[in-house]
């Protein structure tokens, strides 16, 4: 494959969500069938997939008939996809640059964006996940399908991958301009109180050496070493 010089592939990557109603269960079904995520051997996955998807498709329709009939995820990414890109051009002005987006259970999916990469004909990609915590649920299972996908249609240029960023500074910073002026309302009653609230895992998974617990941890402590003020804190995962 002929690659012209200076040219950079930014991918991306998050989880994905229906964007119609009639996407849920199908997103559901992908998602289910995920190895990283139920560890049964295919086709025993494959059957528990539909049937979570299946009991799982009316309530989860419900929640986001409430939020306007679909995820917000892709066209939130979207807009960091043209920050980003405005950012990259501006700092690495002699490359040229293009920011693709990857979701791993629905459009567009992993399969569609390597496509969409092989014609750029870059010399160099960095896969980004927007997950700032490792785990090989969501994480590693996007490196897996990425890496599957490109060698699948043929595209052999180096990569490089952002794994996590749980106590990256700017990350840090962003929390806390969200935080600052309703910790400062919040002390005008009393001692404030911070919930940290994440999705959790496995107990299996956790044991099995999975970091994302562990850097969740880091982060809400990053945070918290930027306020003077006494917190009551709680983490929790559900």
Known sequence: MTRHPGRLAVVLMNL????TLDSVRPFLRNLFSDPAIISLP???????????????????????????GG?????????QSFQLCRLLHDQLPN?????????????????????????F????IVLLPLYPHFSTTTTGSS??????????????????????????????????????????????????????????????????GDPYESQIHQTAQAILKKYPLPLKVRCATK
């Open 71 to 79: 995820s917000p995820l892709l066209s939130n990414t979207k807009d």
């Open 95 to 119: 490359q040229e640059i293009e920011v693709f987006i990857a979701m791993r259970y629905w459009h567009p999916l992993t399969a569609e964006v390597v496509g969409h990469v092989k014609p």
């Open 16 to 19: 994905g969500g229906p964007d």
């Open 143 to 208: 490196f897996s399908e990425w890496h599957q996908q490109a060698c699948q249609q043929g595209l052999t240029v180096p990569t490089r991958e952002i794994r996590c960023y749980p106590q990256d500074p700017d990350f840090i910073e962003a929390h806390v301009d969200l935080l600052g002026p309703w910790i400062e309302k919040a002390a005008l009653y009393g001692r404030p109180r911070i919930l940290f609230s994440a999705h959790g895992l496995p107990q299996r998974v956790i044991d099995a």
């Open 121 to 124: 004909q870059p010399t160099e």
């Open 42 to 68: 295919w086709p025993l996955r494959t059957f528990v997939a539909e049937m979570i998807s299946r009991t799982r498709n009316q309530k989860a329709r419900k929640v986001y008939q409430q939020i306007g």
